[in-house]
């Protein structure tokens, strides 16, 4: 019996049961509670930030830059401008920047990237083509206008806009550039003396040798050549930031080099291409060999080549001592060798034909006579010479269905194979971006607010400049392509000969990508 006095009492197995299971609802109970209280207090106090507060309307912050001040007042300002209703926006805005923006950069914001582009298009070409590239952090334009760009309705427009440069191709600079370092130099010289696009990609050489110096005046840090209808697209960059993208370079780098991918539409009736086009094919450089001439029969459809046109990309250069281009795709140093890299995801969108009005557009551009002998004259790249034949001398039932035949990618099929083997890939930034920047107004507050704040005196300007332009710029580059300009320019191509034989390595033209020629077909 005493025994039994000192025997321990032991909880039955069941009701340690009942209280390890009651500890347990108590804690999962408790800890989610008290995190969200936690987590509460944080926010309340400004210690959490809501990742999507960062693109609200109240965030003064965008992908390419920081710390851009916001406007004070939003203003609804009508507008009776063709251009406002092409640039217009929607009743259901879903990008959520303010209309007038002004897309101002802070003083300190590094690295600062300019670009530079020869352009004649109309507003509802470049006005998207220059927002996308504020979104991505450029902060100046250097823009060398002529025809429907020279004119006051755009013209004007675009000179309102901070940050944007605009020179006119009238007499005082053609006589400048008649003057300047490589008119007078022995490495672009093949591409004289001839028309069309060989003249264009002299001229955008001169414009990008002055742009060089704009740049350096302006403090930028970087400066990229590009058309109006091409699109940098900074994949693998945080944020999609083409300035996040340039800072992580390292310091050795002069020169970094997008491929690029080539726009295949798959209507026939593209109105606005950065917000229609989605499908693009790869660049040679972001594909394997086996991939590429694997399809390459099945990638170029019957055309020439696997891209219509160009196949080497653009490039951005360093600013720096002794830079000069090399053409429109690439940039030189006159002392040294610039040291380049190639990206490996980020590219160059080229929306090349996207528009059957283009083969139309072209062929007014030149005139050549429609022959294969004369187009060789006018035009670098054999697609752009077929195509210009065509423009030429079929009908309006004709042109469209070799458009559909040759540009138009409307085999479903066909399509989801090449996308599946990564010939194409879908893009759809740019388009989200554009669609955005027009949806909440910026464009037409641009145009309304370059139409309400114009000034006589700036009126009168505009018209006296494009009307110089008009009236004696192509007078004027005929002559010296006839090297009627006065100075001798052998004495300027020996002294320079003197300074550095490397710097008169040919320009660099556009290229077509690789093509397929009987020692690929036998490695596959």
């Known amino acids: 019996m005493a025994g039994g006095l000192y025997n321990p009492i032991r909880p039955s197995p069941s009701s340690f049961h009942q209280n390890f299971s009651s500890r347990l609802l108590l804690l999962l109970t408790v800890l989610p509670l008290t995190l969200a209280a936690f987590a509460f207090v944080l926010q309340w106090r400004g210690g959490l930030n809501d990742p999507t507060s960062r693109w609200s309307p109240d965030s003064h912050s965008f992908p390419g830059g920081m710390g851009s001040s916001a406007p004070q007042d939003v203003v609804h300002l009508p507008s009776s401008s063709d251009c406002v209703e092409i640039l217009g926006r929607s009743s259901s805005p879903s ?123 302006a403090g930028m840090d970087w400066i990229i050549h590009l058309d109006t209808d091409e699109l940098l697209h900074p994949a693998g960059a945080r944020e999609y930031s083409l300035r996040q993208l340039l800072l992580e370079v390292p310091g050795n780098v002069d020169m970094v080099i997008f491929p690029n991918y080539e726009s295949s539409v798959e209507r026939d009736d593209i109105k606005e291409p950065f917000s229609e086009v989605s499908m693009f094919k790869k660049n040679y450089d972001h594909l394997t060999k086996d991939i590429y001439f694997g399809m390459y029969k099945e990638s170029t459809r019957g055309n020439p080549n696997y891209f219509l046109t160009y196949g080497n990309g653009k490039s951005a250069a360093r600013i720096q001592d002794h830079l000069r281009p090399n ?143 008009r009236g004696t710029g192509s007078n ?20 320079l000969d003197v300074a550095d034989t490397d710097s008169h390595m040919e320009a660099v033209p556009p290229l077509s990508p690789p093509g397929m020629d009987a020692s690929d077909m036998e490695t596959l």
């Open 95 to 217: 990008f959520p920047y303010y209309r007038d923006w002004k897309y101002n950069y802070d003083a300190d914001l590094k690295p600062k990237i300019c670009i530079t582009t020869s352009t004649s298009a109309g507003l509802e070409q470049i006005l998207p083509w220059l927002f996308y590239h504020k979104v991505l952090g450029v902060t100046n334009f250097f823009l060398f206008v002529e025809g429907n760009a020279a004119s006051p309705n755009v013209s004007h427009v675009l000179e309102s806009i901070p940050g944007v440069k605009v020179i006119y191709r009238t007499r005082e600079l053609e006589e400048k550039q008649a003057r300047s370092r490589i008119w007078n130099e022995t490495w672009l010289s093949s591409f004289f003396y001839k028309p069309c696009n060989y003249e264009l990609f002299v001229k955008q050489s001169l414009n990008m040798e002055m742009a060089i110096v704009m740049a350096r005046d």
């Open 327 to 469: 053409g429109a795709h690439r940039w030189h140093n006159y002392m040294k060798t610039p040291n380049e890299i190639k990206l490996e995801e980020a590219a160059v969108l080229h929306y090349t034909y996207t528009k059957f009005s283009d083969l139309t557009s072209r062929r007014d551009r030149c005139g050549c006579k429609p022959t294969k002998e004369d187009v060789k004259r006018c035009f670098i790249l054999e697609f752009d010479r077929a195509a210009f034949i065509i423009a030429s001398t079929a009908t309006g039932e004709e042109m469209l269905q070799w458009y559909r035949d040759h540009v138009v990618w409307t085999d479903k099929a066909l399509n989801l194979k090449l996308l599946r083997k990564g010939i194409l890939t879908r893009i759809y930034a740019p388009m989200a971006i554009v669609k955005g920047l027009r949806e909440s107004g910026v464009f037409r507050s641009v145009i309304a607010s370059a139409q309400t704040t114009i000034s006589k005196e700036t009126f009168l300007s505009s018209v006296e400049s494009s009307n110089s332009t």
């Open 476 to 495: 004027l580059m005929s002559s010296r392509k006839f090297g009627r300009s006065g100075e001798s320019q052998a004495t300027a191509r020996k002294v």
